[in-house]
């Protein structure tokens, strides 16, 4: 059963049968009951549509902000869906397979309500496997497997980059910028913030009101050109979010117990920046409400902002005029000082990491994600994605090239001398597209192409499944090449293993990414028992059935997953943890009443 919370502007009929302003956050319900079976794993909302994506990889739409009689649409996309994105008038769906498909005025102005597949349209034939998308008002933002910033739609406000005055509009994705690890922008925001591997951050777009954070000397309407931002406060950038005419960032700090905090930038019209001035640089708010707390998600949307705590707060300033904020109230529009939102009893409330936020144009929502219990063949893939880690090449039937992994290829396919020639052979034959699809079986138990798969099936261990592949790849000294040194004692790992897991757990190896030396010092309070839980999870998602939980462990691996953000994407080793140790009491239990049973039959 799903647990969304709704609260603010129902003029749309989004839920049905309920009032135009909901001031407090009520527990929302699909028309359609099997909807509300489904988990739910993301919430995108713009100004005009909302989708809601089932962790089934399918997704629905209300998309008519003023047809009171609407009914979800189901959205027709063959592809499973890992993401969606809404902006004013524009959307955007990444799917498994790396594809984009958007619909939208300013994508396909001949018909908007069509989606059409975007990345195919990127000028680089070999640059076309999307990892991440943003939607801004008027445009859509895309990053590649290689690392590459693409725009697509509105450049009235140079939200594209491109230094130019002429170009106000691209059907095409253009390219921004290299060497890009995350986009930032908000669905009612012509501004657009992008950040590189080296932790440097440019903003391009609308600035009037100092949206971008340059500082009063830079009070341009438009900057055209991707600028560099100077004055940010120290720390890791989490997350930067842009309402209509202003701009949320969340930062962390890199001490041993990792403290965030949010700061603001740009028009305070709606008091949305939790200060009663405008500012041209980013800012910190202070809060009584979160200051000895830590926030886990927070959302913007037209003039309000939505902040979530470790503690379970649900915090809100800005305007609230259609109750967005969820106080109860609407007369009392605009809200200054952030306020505590109550809430009902959250169904989930011992995993408070894994509750979200989503503010659409006056609207909001909170709801909890489900994540899969096993992420390796996502991992897997996403490794097969990353073209900087690949150290072997395939030529395609255009001459195109597409590049894998030596190691994970001696795993996955069947041992002998000619499988690389074997797979070379097939691959000359097909397209780039085929050719990606028999990769990314080769990289999972999925059979996506039944056509394709009876041609490789021959090669490839396809009765192994991936955890068995990985602990097999562990399991040989030979391939362990990187070297963890943690209290006097030397842990050796495959570092493609660990830069794969890493990539999608941001967790205690994110390092190895960056390490040249293949070496690197935890410090790290963990117990040499608990790293290897952690050790043994990395590589199989599990528990080894030997090792006893106690409460101990539990406690300093929750620390363990708090310092590491592991609780931040995937939860599951927390949960595992959990449920050993309950396993165990029972089991304990049990044993103990059969020896009172017996001794009862003694006496």
């Known amino acids: 059963m799903n647990e969304i919370l709704f609260f603010g502007s129902n003029y749309s009929k989004i839920f049905k049968n309920k009032p135009n302003e909901i001031t407090k956050p009520i527990q929302f319900k699909f028309e359609n009951e099997n909807e509300n079976e489904k988990q739910i794993k993301q919430i995108s909302s713009g100004s005009y549509s909302t989708i809601f994506l089932f962790k089934n990889g399918k997704a629905i739409e209300y998309s008519k902000e003023d047809d009171s009689n609407q009914n979800p649409e189901k959205i027709q996309i063959e592809e499973n869906i890992q993401k969606v994105t809404v902006g004013d008038q524009n959307e955007a769906i990444l799917t498994i397979e790396g594809n984009v498909f958007a619909s939208g005025e300013d994508i396909n102005p ?40 693409y725009g697509i739609g509105s450049n009235d406000y140079g939200q594209l980059g491109l230094d130019s005055k002429t170009l106000k509009r691209t059907e095409k994705p253009i390219l921004m910028m290299k060497n890009v690890s995350k986009i930032f922008s908000g669905n009612n925001s012509n501004s657009v913030f992008l950040l590189n591997s080296n932790q440097e951050l440019f903003g391009c777009g609308y600035n009037y009101y100092g949206e971008l954070g340059l500082g009063e000397s830079r009070k341009e309407t438009k900057i055209q050109k991707l600028t560099k931002i100077q004055n940010i406060p120290k720390g890791k950038i989490i997350d930067i979010q842009c309402g209509s005419l202003y701009s949320i960032m969340l930062i962390e700090n890199q001490n041993k117990n990792p403290k965030r905090k949010i700061y603001s930038t740009g028009d305070s019209k709606y008091l949305e920046l939790g200060k009663n001035q405008k500012i041209y640089e980013f800012t ?13 998600d927070f959302s913007v949307g037209f003039s309000h902002t939505l902040i979530l705590t470790s503690k379970g707060k649900l915090i809100g300033f800005g305007n609230n005029q259609y109750g967005q904020l969820g106080n109860g109230v609407t007369n009392n529009k605009l809200i200054l000082i952030p306020i505590q939102i109550e809430l009902p009893k959250l169904r989930f409330n011992e995993d408070i990491s894994n509750y979200h936020l989503s503010c659409g144009y006056h609207k909001s929502f909170l709801y909890y994600s489900f994540h899969s219990f096993s992420n390796l063949e996502e991992d897997l893939i996403k490794l097969f994605r990353r073209k900087e880690f690949c150290d072997i090449s395939f030529k395609t039937e255009n001459g195109e090239i597409i590049k894998a992994h030596k190691l994970i290829l001696k795993y996955r396919l069947n041992q002998n001398q000619n499988q690389n020639q074997k797979l070379q052979e097939i691959i000359s034959n097909k397209s780039i597209k085929e050719s990606n699809q028999i990769f990314e079986m080769i990289y999972s138990n999925r059979i996506t192409n039944p ?8 090669i490839i261990n396809s009765n192994e499944k991936i955890e068995e592949t990985i602990k097999r790849i562990y399991l040989n000294e030979n391939e362990k090449d990187f070297i963890i040194e943690r209290k006097e004692k030397q842990y050796k790992f495959p570092k493609l293993i660990l830069i794969m897991r890493s990539e999608l757990y941001r967790g205690m190896f994110l390092s190895v990414t960056e390490d040249k030396s293949n070496k690197v010092t935890d410090y790290s309070e963990l117990s040499n028992k608990s790293f290897q839980i952690f050790e043994y999870w990395i590589y199989s998602n599990q528990i080894k059935d030997e090792i006893e939980i106690t409460q101990e462990i539990i406690e300093e691996i929750q620390i363990g997953i708090d310092y590491f953000q592991l609780n931040q994407t995937n939860p599951n080793l927390f949960d595992l943890l959990i449920n050993k140790f309950n396993n165990q009491n029972w089991n304990q239990n049990q044993n103990q009443n059969q020896k009172k049973k017996e001794k009862c039959l003694i006496f």
């Open 110 to 149: 001949n018909n908007p309500n069509e989606f059409i597949n975007i990345s195919s349209l990127i000028e680089d034939k070999n640059d076309r496997v999307i990892q991440d998308i943003v939607c801004g008002a008027d445009s859509i933002y895309l990053i590649t497997s290689n690392q590459n910033a």
């Open 451 to 458: 056509k394709l798969y009876s041609e490789i099936k021959e």
């Open 284 to 296: 910190e708010i202070k809060s009584s409400l979160f200051e000895n707390d830590n926030i886990l």
